[in-house]
């Protein structure tokens, strides 16, 4: 396992088009994040799953935003309708956190992908 | 809400120089506090972390010291390379809770 996969790496789409990009996160790790980085920020919390559970979802998530993980293996993230606004790099992130763990893990981020909205 | 300050850049030394980038928090109750950075084209990795209050985290000659009666976690390295010039990241993820709140970053240049 080489670490946290994102596809597709760079994306370039149609303002009111629909964008889907996965993320395969390392095989034993039970949490997986998504963010949301622009140019010249840090990293801003999307959403995060537990297995199969998507346990919060950020206010930036939009409605055209949803994001799946089913069998709690890879996540997709969907946009829809895209907006030059949403332009940004997308970061998926993974982590192991045992059942009772009382101190946090750290994550392990994908190299994200870039979506540009023309 | 939680959050995380740190300096602005871009920071630019010139190499064997001393760094330092400056770290702020605010947090309810007792956090875990972590240094990512990001390389050109990169992901980001994840340089050193503390989990508890005097704790020192520690990799490739850098170092951070959790200080809760500051809430301050600064960034040192005695003698930069031009190979550390990158973009990094404090974070922090609040205890029991595993959501990271990340700075808005500082780059760093370094010069032969």
């Known amino acids: 396992d080489t670490g946290v996969s994102q596809n597709p790496r760079h994306k370039i789409t149609k303002r009111g088009q629909n964008v889907t990009f996965r993320c395969d996160p390392i095989s034993e790790h039970n949490r997986l994040y998504w963010y949301r980085q622009t140019l010249g920020q840090g990293p801003e919390f999307l959403t995060y799953?537990?297995?199969?559970?998507?346990?919060?979802k950020s206010r930036l998530l939009s409605d055209r935003f949803s994001a799946e993980r089913p069998k709690g293996s890879f996540s997709t993230l969907e946009i829809q309708r895209t907006e030059q606004g949403d332009s940004a790099m997308y970061l998926c992130a993974s982590s192991l956190v045992s059942p009772g763990q009382a101190t946090n893990t750290e994550a392990f981020f994908g190299q994200g992908t870039r979506l540009t909205v023309v | 809400g939680d959050s995380v300050t740190q300096m602005e850049g871009p920071v630019t030394l010139s190499e064997e120089a001393f760094l330092t980038i400056n770290c702020t928090y605010t947090?309810?109750?007792?956090?875990?506090l972590f240094w990512y950075v990001q390389y050109p084209g990169e992901g980001l990795q994840l340089l050193l972390k503390?989990?508890?209050?005097?704790d020192k985290g520690s990799n490739k000659g850098f170092e951070a010291t959790y200080r809760k009666e500051t809430t301050s976690f600064h960034l040192e390295k005695g003698s930069v390379q031009v190979s550390d010039s990158a973009v990094y990241f404090c974070?922090?993820?609040?205890?029991?809770?595993?959501?990271?709140?990340f700075g808005s970053g500082t780059k760093l240049n370094v010069k032969p």
């Open positions: 947090a309810t109750g007792y956090p875990s």
């Open positions: 974070a922090l993820s609040p205890y029991n809770f595993n959501k990271f709140y």
């Open positions: 799953f537990q297995n199969e559970a998507q346990l919060e």
């Open positions: 503390a989990t508890k209050a005097d």
